[in-house]
């Protein structure tokens, strides 16, 4: 399972980086609103920024909805960079300039997926990635891990390459239950990725096998 962060917070993304197990990053229009980041020249130094700190696969979303919009902004962001993932919404035109940069070898990433039918066209169209909202999903009740199954089960039937990206991810569970039921890919807070470590048991095993130890080298130098 690639693991990428959601964030444009650079020092949260070169914590996760330094942890070694990090595949890429995920950003959105409100993400780098968060961090402050707006105008374009702003936007493409952030971008550029990132890309300097991770090894691939950083995705970058348009802010246009039409379909020639779309194809400019894509353009220029994949220009940046060779780690740039176009990220198109799943709408109308976004699905012809899915199909667009697919033709073009340019690597994308189909944003908002709340539906398997939503999926499936973004993969006929030639996603890269497709991004399942799973945190979006149960914030209203609905079954986001059966999604995530489904999905699957379609891009199986059908040999499709695109990737499933388990996104809106809010904590250790959700990777873990998506890591079982097949997404190839999740997306989510540092949070969630550091929540994986954490088990009771293991801090005090740790404790005990560390005071235990300390006592035998105590007992050792007073000999
Ligand atoms: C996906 O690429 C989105 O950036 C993201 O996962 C949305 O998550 P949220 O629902 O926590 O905002």
Same mark, same amino acid.
């Given at each position: 399972m690639k693991f990428f962060i959601d964030t444009a917070n650079l020092e949260q993304i070169k914590e996760a980086q330094a942890l070694g197990v990090l595949d890429g990053v995920t950003t959105n229009p409100s993400l780098m609103a968060k961090e402050g980041i707006s105008g374009q020249a702003n936007v493409i130094a952030h971008y550029k920024a990132i890309c300097a700190i991770v090894d691939d696969n950083v995705s970058a979303e348009v802010i246009a909805t039409d379909y020639e919009g779309m194809i400019a902004e894509g353009n220029a962001l994949a220009a940046l960079d060779n780690k740039i993932v176009v990220k198109i919404p799943m709408i109308k035109d976004g699905i012809k300039a899915l199909k667009y940069f697919s033709d073009k070898g340019i690597r994308t990433n189909c944003t908002l997926i709340f539906t398997a039918g939503q999926a499936l066209l973004a993969a006929k169209a030639g996603a890269s990635y497709v991004s399942p909202f799973l945190g979006r999903l149960d914030d209203i009740g609905a079954d986001s *891990?059966? !999604? /995530?199954? @489904? /999905?699957? !089960? /379609? *891009? @199986?039937n059908y040999g499709y390459e695109t990737q499933i990206l388990a996104a809106s991810i809010r904590n250790s569970v959700h990777i873990v239950e998506c890591a079982k039921i097949g997404a190839d890919v999740m997306t989510g807070p540092l949070s969630s990725i550091l929540g994986l470590l954490k088990h009771p048991l293991t801090d005090s095993g740790l404790a005990q096998f560390l005071a235990d130890h300390k006592k035998a080298a105590e007992a050792e130098a007073a000999k």
């Amino acid at each position: 399972m690639k693991f990428f962060i959601d964030t444009a917070n650079l020092e949260q993304i070169k914590e996760a980086q330094a942890l070694g197990v990090l595949d890429g990053v995920t950003t959105n229009p409100s993400l780098m609103a968060k961090e402050g980041i707006s105008g374009q020249a702003n936007v493409i130094a952030h971008y550029k920024a990132i890309c300097a700190i991770v090894d691939d696969n950083v995705s970058a979303e348009v802010i246009a909805t039409d379909y020639e919009g779309m194809i400019a902004e894509g353009n220029a962001l994949a220009a940046l960079d060779n780690k740039i993932v176009v990220k198109i919404p799943m709408i109308k035109d976004g699905i012809k300039a899915l199909k667009y940069f697919s033709d073009k070898g340019i690597r994308t990433n189909c944003t908002l997926i709340f539906t398997a039918g939503q999926a499936l066209l973004a993969a006929k169209a030639g996603a890269s990635y497709v991004s399942p909202f799973l945190g979006r999903l149960d914030d209203i009740g609905a079954d986001s *891990f059966g !999604l /995530i199954e @489904d /999905i699957r !089960l /379609i *891009f @199986d039937n059908y040999g499709y390459e695109t990737q499933i990206l388990a996104a809106s991810i809010r904590n250790s569970v959700h990777i873990v239950e998506c890591a079982k039921i097949g997404a190839d890919v999740m997306t989510g807070p540092l949070s969630s990725i550091l929540g994986l470590l954490k088990h009771p048991l293991t801090d005090s095993g740790l404790a005990q096998f560390l005071a235990d130890h300390k006592k035998a080298a105590e007992a050792e130098a007073a000999k």
